[in-house]
């Protein structure tokens, strides 16, 4: 069975520091994973996934994940973080083949100016 | 490409009323779409499998008969929230896979509050 668990559900950086959100998954077989934005009162918009290419994986908005499987991570990172960058991140995970998304619980990312 | 849209964005209704939710892929065929529910504490929850032309998978815990999912075509699937209580107030996102098998493209959700 999969899960995902999603370290800090607040997190807050300041404008143009570093943001790093943490996802630990857990999967029976090779996972698909993903991360997701929210922003208020919208749906789900996907900003990366790693299906079994490359482990760095580059998404959009300037993010980027690094799937390790030693550790059963996949941490969200960007060098710099604006201020649109404020709202919720989903990280999911599917099994190879699978349909269905599990997902964590969600981290809510604050920019301070 | 690979486009969802769900509809209504928001919707209020009375107690003991039903809530018809529709979730359209505009641009591909969903045979299988999903539909999640997300908790005050945020997390989102698979509720249930919608499958054209057959019935739904429910997910452990989730009443078939107050969520009723109904997938008739290929492009359509409707979740109506039968008798409605203020607990069943929450985000609703239904969520299709992208043909090509690069991921999930979901609808923009709908916020249900029962009075």
């Known amino acids: 069975a999969q899960s995902v668990t999603q370290l800090g559900s607040h997190v807050s950086v300041s404008e143009g520091a570093l943001v790093l959100l943490r996802c630990n998954y857990s999967?029976?077989?090779?996972?698909?994973l993903f991360w997701y934005v929210q922003y208020p009162n919208q749906g789900l918009q996907l900003l990366l996934k790693y299906t079994s290419a490359a482990t760095l994986v580059k998404g959009i908005n300037g993010f980027e994940a690094e799937f390790k499987k030693s550790e059963t991570s996949f941490h969200l990172t960007k060098p710099s973080a604006h201020m649109s960058d404020a709202a919720e991140y989903f990280c999911a995970v599917s099994e190879t083949g699978a349909n269905n998304l599990f997902f964590g619980t969600g981290t809510r990312l604050t920019v301070i100016p | 490409g690979a486009v969802v849209s769900q509809h209504p964005s928001r919707v209020i209704c009375k107690s003991g009323t039903s809530v018809k939710i529709e979730c359209r892929s505009l641009?591909?065929?969903?045979?299988?779409m999903f539909w999640y529910r997300q908790f005050p504490k945020k997390s989102l929850m698979l509720m249930a499998t919608?499958?054209?032309?057959?019935?739904?998978?429910?997910e452990q815990g989730v009443e078939k008969d107050k969520f009723l999912i109904n997938h008739a075509s290929l492009t359509l699937s409707t979740l109506t929230v039968t008798s409605a209580h203020p607990e069943d107030s929450s985000f609703y996102i239904c969520?299709?896979?992208?043909?090509?098998?690069?991921?999930?493209?979901f609808g923009s959700g709908t916020r249900l509050t029962v009075v």
């Open positions: 999967s029976s077989v090779p996972p698909y």
């Open positions: 919608s499958n054209e032309g057959s019935k739904a998978t429910y």
């Open positions: 641009d591909f065929q969903a045979t299988t």
């Open positions: 969520s299709a896979q992208i043909p090509t098998g690069s991921g999930y493209t």
